[in-house]
């Protein structure tokens, strides 16, 4: 649903079509850019001039395993219902926690970590998969002071893996 509204179709079926069209765009949003065929089954029907029977095999769909509109308007309505049950219980948890803790959430600190992952990020040969997809380069800039002369030093670490982002109340 994400994709129907950063490409601004005003349709499924629109942004459907988007989709067969661009193979990069289907990899991105996580489908197979390679089209699938599925054969459907030959039927018999009777043909009504000469009162025979006749095999009619279908012409063959090729589709990149993209949902059909029905199916994406199913799966958008759960998403809105589970995103609105999310929501009211947030609320809830944090209108409970100000009750409980008074004035929380005034002072925020937040920080950030490099979890680092033991991949290298390379596919394997035999299954072409990579072990931690999702773990990247990064690179973290801390800035201190020297006590002495007051001039700032960059401290700059590199890591392969996965951010952490946290924000807490400091209070």
């Known amino acids: 649903m994400l994709t129907k509204d ?28 390679l089209p699938q065929h599925s054969t459907p089954k030959p039927r018999v029907e009777m043909d009504p001039e000469t ?27 759960a998403l809105e219902a589970k995103t609105r049950a999310v929501s009211a219980m947030t609320e809830r948890w944090r209108a409970a926690l100000m009750e409980a803790l008074p004035g929380s959430g005034t002072r925020l600190g937040y920080g950030g970590k490099v979890i680092e992952s033991h991949s290298t990020h390379r596919k394997d040969g035999d299954t072409q998969q990579i072990s931690d997809p999702d773990a990247r380069w990064g690179k973290h800039e801390t800035v201190s002071y020297d006590s002495k002369t007051g001039q700032p030093r960059v401290m700059t670490k590199t890591g392969f893996g996965n951010k952490l982002h946290l924000i807490a109340d400091t209070t």
Not at 10 to 32: H, K, N, Q, Y
């Open 6 to 33: 950063v490409l601004q179709r005003p349709s499924v079926a629109a942004l459907t079509r988007e989709l067969e069209r661009a193979p990069g765009l289907l990899e991105i949003c996580g489908f197979d850019p």
């Open 51 to 77: 009162g025979l029977e006749r095999i009619v095999r279908p012409e063959t769909p090729v589709r990149n395993g993209i949902l059909t509109e029905s199916a994406f308007l199913r799966v958008r309505t």
